[in-house]
């Protein structure tokens, strides 16, 4: 790898290369210090598509794992290096934004630069991606596209997989591919899918071409509402997106996650929080919408300055994940979530059965301290549940995974797959819900496992992600 690209770009330190073993799949047994999987061979940082093409052609003729990574904030262990001497590709020094055209209304970044960098630099010029996911000050271009990331604005803005207008990638042996920018083409299916959401185990995203919107923030109308059953909430959810209207955030907490966003005024209620947004006569016509709904149910209201200074606080940045790490180390807790996605006929019986089950059959179920859910992104036949759950571990650190998240997770998932829903919104397969891979799927997996040998045929990039890993 030195002889590649140089020393500057090779990193070898053991401190570093146990770091980058694990993702936030492991932040318990990390913060002990516990890294008990393979440890990388290296992490290499290329400076340009050319070199991520060279360390690709090695990593194919020489059969080295390839592991791609950028913002690190990864949480169902699709960084994770599960075989012997895998290199770990950082494109986080892959960081300009090379064009923001405000005729075309779309911006191209290399895969490194940071969401929260292209906003700061779109909003001075009335401009915006509408991606806002809580990660936004960390997570960076290239695995947002590679994970089906979604943002706080999802309802009128949509998921990468709505944003991105064209890429670039290169695949195993180094073949630079460019997905051309164009509005729309009847040109075969979509090969954008393809790289969108391939996590790292088909190829590696080199550059990304995003659409804009205008930025006209001061139209914004905050609106929240308690009501008395999660069913509630989602009902009133649905009637106003399957009615047409668009609020760019859309979302119910049960009572349980209402309570560490909005302890100072949800009064043990499910609370709904709107957001409409867009050009001004566009706002005030859904505002008037959710007025309306609102004026037929049974609901108490919430100051609108409340839910607008929750949503000014709500993303994370690195002094976050910081205070969390002291937390862990000093309490002995932790919190996860595990994020779902069902039709709305089904929505509040998924939330009752898994509610149920882990209370009834979850042998640690004294030890949970918060169990509850929010849908936060919704669609014209249904919505997401993003299940939420904080433990204190009574148990040794290296047991915790398997103790309490796993089996936690594993309610989660098989239950939305009965509900006939998916397994996975937003967070990707990772390596921790690939037992799971082919009943998602069912008959379509074939698709899927057939771009993996189509493109990846000897299997070097990102192994256990998507896919489970062969037995050797
Ligand atoms: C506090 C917190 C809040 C979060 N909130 C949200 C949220 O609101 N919405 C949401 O969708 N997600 C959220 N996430 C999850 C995570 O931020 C997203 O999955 C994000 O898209 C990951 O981007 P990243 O740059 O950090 O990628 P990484 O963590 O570096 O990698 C993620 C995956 O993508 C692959 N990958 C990375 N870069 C490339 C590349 N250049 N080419 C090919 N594959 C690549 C990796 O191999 C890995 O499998 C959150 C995570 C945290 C920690």
Not at 252 to 261: F, G, K, L, T
Not at 427 to 451: C, D, M, N
Request: one cysteine or more.
């Amino acid at each position: 790898m030195t002889e590649l690209l140089g020393p500057h770009a090779v990193q070898t330190s053991q401190a570093q290369l146990k770091e980058a073993s694990v993702d936030r799949f492991k932040k318990y047994t990390a913060v002990h210090g516990i890294f008990d999987g393979p440890i990388p061979a290296a992490i290499v940082y290329p400076g340009s598509t050319a070199e991520v093409a060279a360390v690709l052609r090695f990593a194919e003729e020489n059969l080295v794992n390839v592991v791609p990574r950028t913002g690190g904030t990864a949480t169902e262990g699709g960084l994770e290096t599960v075989v012997e001497d895998s290199v770990v590709v950082d494109g986080s020094r892959m960081n300009a934004v090379t064009s923001i055209d405000p005729v075309d209304m779309m911006a191209t970044a290399q895969c490194g630069v940071r969401l929260a960098e292209l906003e700061d630099m779109l909003r001075p010029r009335g401009l915006t991606t509408g991606h806002s996911p809580q990660s936004k000050p960390l997570a960076q271009m290239g695995g947002l596209v590679a994970t089906r990331s979604i943002g706080q604005f999802s309802t009128l803005y949509g998921g990468i997989e709505d944003m991105v207008v064209g890429l670039e990638a290169v695949f195993p042996g180094g073949k630079v591919t460019r997905i051309k920018n164009v509005p729309r083409r009847a040109a075969g299916p979509d090969i954008r899918h393809v790289v969108i959401g391939s996590e790292g185990a088909l190829c590696f995203i080199t550059e990304v071409t995003v659409k804009l919107f205008r930025y006209q923030p001061e139209h914004n109308r905050y609106f929240g509402f308690l009501v008395d059953r999660f069913a509630d909430g989602i009902a009133a959810l649905r009637e106003l997106i399957t009615a047409g209207y668009r609020p760019s955030v859309c979302r119910v907490y049960s009572p349980e996650d209402a309570r560490q966003h909005f302890a100072g005024f949800y009064r043990g209620k499910n609370v709904v929080v709107l957001v409409a947004e867009g050009p001004k006569r566009i706002a005030d016509a859904t505002a008037e919408a959710i007025e309306e709904l609102f004026a037929g149910r049974r609901h108490e209201r919430v100051d609108s300055g409340l839910i607008q200074h929750w949503f000014e606080n709500l993303n994370w940045g690195q002094d976050r994940i910081d205070a969390e790490k002291a937390d862990m180390l000093t309490n002995a807790r932790l919190g996860y979530t595990t994020e779902v996605s069902v039709d709305w006929s089904r929505t509040s019986d998924l939330f009752d059965a898994v509610m149920s089950r882990i209370r009834s059959e979850f042998p640690r179920a004294a030890d949970l301290t918060m169990l509850g859910a929010h849908s936060s992104h919704s669609y014209q036949t249904g919505t997401n549940l993003y299940f939420v759950y904080d433990y204190t571990i009574n148990c040794s650190p290296r047991e915790e995974i398997e103790v309490y998240h796993k089996p936690l997770n594993a309610i989660i998932v098989t239950e939305a797959l009965r509900a006939g829903g998916s397994m996975v919104h937003h967070h990707g397969i990772g390596k921790y819900r690939t037992p799971w891979v082919r009943q998602e799927h069912g008959s379509a997996f074939y698709l899927l496992s057939t771009l993996k040998h189509a493109f990846d045929a000897k299997g070097v990039m990102n192994a256990g992600t998507i896919f489970p890993l062969e037995p050797s």
